[in-house]
């Protein structure tokens, strides 16, 4: 056994989500690899939730169309996800709400029933279920047992009761083993995310609600007792944003995260941080636009907003993780980033890296810890915008004294006062874009385009974010070489091109319908020779994409 | 920080006789008192958005944020939340506070936010050359409303009570000494407080003779009754003829934000062994 895919799947408010994860730790802790997609539609109650767990032994970021194991809590999921069934898909299902599911790999327990003799709520069905799906994999209870009592805090003997009851009906359908590796962290993107800005040294998070990016703000408001930060929730992105530079002005490292729609409204503050030299660090979560479009769903449509928002010219740091390692390590170092040039920087991520679960290996991020930015040493006197040679200026926050520390949104002198002054202007403007041509230098030093697989073959795939895990997994079946930018800007030519070297076919696979990182590429003088464009709000499954790239490289 | 008059060397570009001369004089004066009270002026935080009273901030040299037209309050807010032994005061114009940003207002009244919004209330906007404002009178002709407004004002204060704010008073650019003394007030009240400045617009609406004529003070007025407060308030509504009384309409000693927000506080922040916690906690 190398590798299964199981689907839960039930209507919307069964619990589907938290169940998809505690069958994922089940497998977690037994030394498996794991990857969670997980869909639902944008309702409280009702409609189809499901989430697919792939286990491996080996690193996987992505999700199969073909599914080994179903766990069907109603009726509609068996229908709903007949395509992915194989002959011979095991399936676990409630017989009193379905009728009997032909095969002798289909395990019809009375679930419902089982809740009602044990008097427990219709909600502790999944419980039941998955121990019934505990025991169909081989597992031992105890290992159940141990994830249970972690997860559920109150009425865990009630919860240990139902789940017994479902492993001691059920029957073993398949022998799941150990392996012989060490578990590793397991978590979201969105949590990945939001433990890499902690690590950079946030002191405040600010955000209003919005798919996919609110779960960062639930996990920071979760932890910030451990890590002393402040969590808030204004009105609007308007305030998100505004209260986050004002906290930023006095000296306290924040970040604000939201989705298109709420960047939308951000961006004539992103305007003013790059005018003040703010370091505001933004999460931006991309879904399926324009406008509300599919909210919770996924989409790679914002990439050359994120490089255009706000008006005016000036230097943006942007970077896209493509899995858990990189969310973490790429959201510390935009923090660092972000103070050291005192420019804004977006973290691009989309619903399927923000909301996907994966393993977090530590041992695969590079080290980095929070840096010391310029700080201004108490000569007198202070200027906020002091001209220097690399156009970053010393800081200084309220109170401190002998200085006065002035920032503007208006054009201003070294002193951070008004001004309309063509030459001063000028030696402004330049300041401020002095600092990109440093940050462009000083990006060189760091991996900002991985390239993975075989470097003979003359084709390779160009993706970015999300698609990384599919793009990995169909590039080594296959046999061609994927080239992922991180960072998306300042991009990272040098690094491109090297990347590139000997390919004379490139194939840029991506979440929108336009190919948004093809133009991004083209712009800078490179050539994409096909696009394999997926934007119905879904993820690429490596069946699908192996099937589009064999139509290509043919 | 030089104590002196406070002067930057920033050329003062306000109209002769703008009532933005004595919103900057009251202020500076306040300031100074501040100071020798034992505020160092370097725990004072200026904000101001964008228009013609947000050039305050270039004629005070003290710490200051200019911000965006109708956001100075969430910056206010943000610097307060960082550090909260600063003394953080908005400056915003009528269309800059009233018009685009004023639901900033409301929540930053409604949650109590320990800051001290100023509203340059001219009732024109100067900047854009004379447009009519949430608060212009009903009719009034401005560049954009040729024939006259068709909106009635705004009531700000009577907004802003309704909102939860917890120290409301209004001033006049005609009096100085009284302006001061409104300032310093709102200065040492905790918690969100609003001073609605009727600073006349020398150029586009002059409204000199008719504040002299119509102003009062308030006196025997229960600042902590709130009914007695909303029926001040709404004694005047920025249209009527009716007297137009200048003081503390409202006044209340209320939990803050930044006390509720420090409640949930910890002193612990050890991020190395906190991730590892969280990252174990998922195995």
Known sequence: MHELSLLIGGKAGFGIDRSG?????LFNKIGYRIYIYRDYPSIIRGGHTFSIIRISENWIAAHQDKIDFIVALNPETLEIHKSKIKKDSMCIYDSEQTGPVPGSYCLGLPLSRFIKEENAPDIMRNTCAIGALTKALGIEFGILKEILEEEFRQNIDFNLKVAKRGYDESRELIKIDPLQQESLPFLTGNQAIALGLVKGGLNAYFAYPMTPSSPILHYLAGVANDFNLDVIHPESEISVILMALGCIFAGKKAAVGTSGGGFCLMTEALSLAGMAELPIVTVLGQRPGPSTGLPTYSAQTELHFALNAGHGEFPRFIVAPGDAEEAFYWSAASMNIS???????????????????????????????????????GESPYKRYLLTENGISPLAFPPAQNAVIKVNSYEHDENGITTEDPGQTVQMQDKRMRKEKFLTQHLENIKAVNAYGAGDKDTAILCWGSNKGVCVEIGKKLGIRVIQPVILNPFPVTQFKEALSGVKKLISVENNSTGQMAALVNNHGF???????????????PEELEEKMKGVIL | MKTQDLRTYAKNTWCPGCGNFAILNSIKAVL???????TPLENVVLVS?????????????????????GRATPVAEGIKIANQNLKVIGFAGDGDAYGEGIEHLIFAAKRNADITMIIHNNRVYGLTTGQYSPTSPLGFKGRSTPGGSIEPPMNPLELMLTSGATFLARGCSNNIEFLQNIFKEALNHKGFALVDVLQVCFTFYNMYQYYEKKVYELKEHNAGDYSEALKKIREWDYHNDSPIALGVFYKKESVTFEERLSGYRSDKKDVESGIKKALSKTI
């Not at chain 1, 994860?21 to 730790?25: K, L």
């Open chain 1, 21 to 25: 994860e505690i069958i994922g730790r």
């Open chain 2, 49 to 69: 958005g964008i228009g013609c009273h947000a050039k305050i901030v270039d004629y005070i040299d003290t710490n200051s944020f200019y911000s965006i037209h």
């Open chain 1, 527 to 541: 050539d994409v020779h096909g696009k394999i464009l997926k934007y119905d709000g879904r993820a690429f499954s």
């Open chain 2, 32 to 38: 100074k008192n501040l100071q020798e009270e034992g």
């Open chain 1, 339 to 377: 103070w050291k040039y005192q420019i804004p920087s977006i973290i691009l991520s989309d619903k399927n890296m923000g909301e996907s679960v994966f393993n977090l290996d530590m041992n695969m991020v590079e080290d980095l810890s929070e840096e010391k930015f310029l700080s201004w040493t």
